[in-house]
Structure formats: C-alpha cells, structure tokens
C-alpha cells in the first residue's frame, strides 16, 4: 500500500512540476520586464517633458506652473538632472511676474526658425509586444494607448518639420509665408500640448 501511495505521489509531482515551473518563469519574467519598460518610460517622459518646454521656451509661453510640472519631473525620473538644472528651475519659480515675462520674451524664438523636435520611439516595449500579456488588462491598455499617442505625435512632429523645410525656399515677400508660419506655429502648440498629455499618462502607469 505504502509503494502505491509512493508511485502516486511521483506521478502527481511529475504531472505538477511543469505548471509550477512555469508560473515561477512568468513571474520573475513579468518582473524583469516590469523594470526594464519602466526605465523605458522614465526616460521617454524626460524627453517629453523637455521638449514642450524646449517649445514652451521658443514660443514665449512658458510659465510657472510648466516649471512646477517639469521640475517633478526632473526630480522623480531623472537620476542624472543636474544640480544646476534644479538650481535655476528654482530661481525661476522665485522671480517676479515682471521678471519672469521679460526672460520669455528674451528668450523667445523666431517663428519657424531654430527649432527642430526628434520623432519619439520606445524600442524596448516595441521588442516585448508579445509579452505583454503577462501584465494585467488595464496595463496593457494603459501602455499601449501611450504607444499609440507617441505614434499620433511622431505625425505631428513630421508634418510639422515639413512645414518647416519650406521655409528654407521662401523669400521675404513669398505670399504663402505668412500662411506656412502659422501652419508651423500651430504644430508647435500641437506637439507641446501632446508631449504633456503622454507624459501625464505615463505618470499614470509608473505611479500605480
């Protein structure tokens, strides 16, 4: 009886080994991938918030609570901000209405002139697609609408530069000047306002 209770027991352990197994390599899988699509967040936010302030900056719009956003930012996901960043972020935040208007317009750009935005891209979520499904639904949804939204922005950026490049055969009087600024002008405010948006999102996901 003790031999038969032996055999059963062999027989149940070889039949339950392989789930087990396998549950153990989807765990530590799914933890592995959870730290490495969040360093891959962490840093596309940074570039993101960066670059609607890169726009913010050229436009003359910047404010301060853009400066607020960005600072918790900078400080939360970016391990290599330099102090210096930090240090002038807070004098800005500091500064009178009057001196903080004035900087804007000193620093303000030229219309469709001295700025180019990057297209954007997550290379690691793009090589793990298939493992996804190791995460939660509301996971997946959450990521890859970011995916998404960071696609829709990259045909902004793109139209945009298109604009820009038709800039270099205009001349002073070229009657559709003023008509491919604005079209420039528009895109800017397009790709800040979008660039916000992701980031805010991502927030979402490495908060949760």
């Known amino acids: 009886m003790e031999n038969i209770l032996y055999i059963v027991f062999g027989w149940l352990l070889g039949l339950l080994s392989p789930p087990i197994a396998s549950i153990i390599e989807k765990h530590y899988r799914k933890n592995e991938l959870r730290k490495a699509l969040y360093s891959d967040l962490k840093n596309l936010i940074v570039r993101l918030a960066s670059s609607c302030q890169a726009i913010e900056v050229h436009r003359g719009t910047r404010n301060k609570e853009s400066l607020v956003w960005i600072l918790s930012i900078y400080e939360k996901y970016r391990a290599d901000t330099p102090q210096t960043i930090i240090t002038n972020i807070n004098k800005l935040l500091q500064a009178t209405d009057e001196d903080f208007e004035n900087l804007n317009s000193f620093m303000k750009g030229e219309d469709g002139i001295g700025l180019n935005v990057k297209p954007f891209s ?12 190791l995460f939660n639904v509301e996971f997946q949804r959450r990521i890859l609408e970011v ?8 045909q902004d950026i793109d139209l945009t530069m298109s604009y820009h490049r038709m800039t270099f055969n205009l001349s002073s009087s070229d009657k559709n000047k003023d008509i491919i600024l604005q079209n420039i002008n528009s895109g800017h405010i397009e790709i800040a306002n979008r660039c916000k948006s992701i980031a805010n999102k991502i927030i979402v996901i490495l908060e949760s």
């Open 122 to 133: 997550m290379p690691f979520l793009e090589s793990v697609l298939g493992d996804l499904f």
């Open 147 to 154: 995916r998404s939204q960071i696609s829709i922005l990259n």
